[in-house]
């Protein structure tokens, strides 16, 4: 597996005893890779409806990881390739790394009802930038656009 090219919208997460991740916004396209990469995980004779919870969750955790990371410490490239019998650490870190990314991606959910200028200032004032700080286009100074256009 290759890592996914990043993007400036991507986040950061620290995952403490593991290390620093980066990883890109979850998109229509990504969503795609995840199912297709757990549905070839599982198998012709694990459909989702079939599989194992369990199973599942694991095969969702690689199709998640592996659409999403584009930056990770040494030795997490791969993570459906990664040998648990050098590692055996590595399983429960997995879990912890899903964890955190779980978090961190329903952090980015606008609720029904609210729209997304609503919902990172109610995070703002909690003390929370619910955008894991990536800044939106209208938070980027007018300098970072280029030069003003006269008549514009």
Not at 133 to 147: C, D, E, K, R, S
């Amino acid at each position: 597996m290759s890592l996914n090219p990043q993007k400036p919208t991507d986040f950061l997460l620290p995952v403490p005893g593991v290390g620093e991740f980066r990883f890109n916004r979850r998109t229509y396209g990504s969503n795609i890779k995840i199912s297709a990469t757990a549905a070839r995980i599982l198998g012709p004779a694990g459909s989702e409806e079939e599989a194992d919870p369990v199973m599942l969750m694991h095969a969702q955790l690689v199709g998640l990881y592996s659409a999403l990371v584009s930056a990770c410490p040494a030795g997490w490239e791969d993570l459906e390739s990664m040998d648990l019998t050098s590692h055996p650490e590595r399983e429960e870190q997995i879990l912890l790394v899903y964890i955190e990314l779980k978090k961190k991606l329903d952090s980015f959910r606008v609720t029904p009802g609210q729209s997304a200028a609503d919902q990172a200032s109610q995070g703002a004032s909690a003390g929370a930038a619910p955008d894991g700080g990536v800044l939106g286009a209208q938070q980027v100074p007018a300098a970072a656009h280029g030069p003003e256009v006269a008549g514009a």
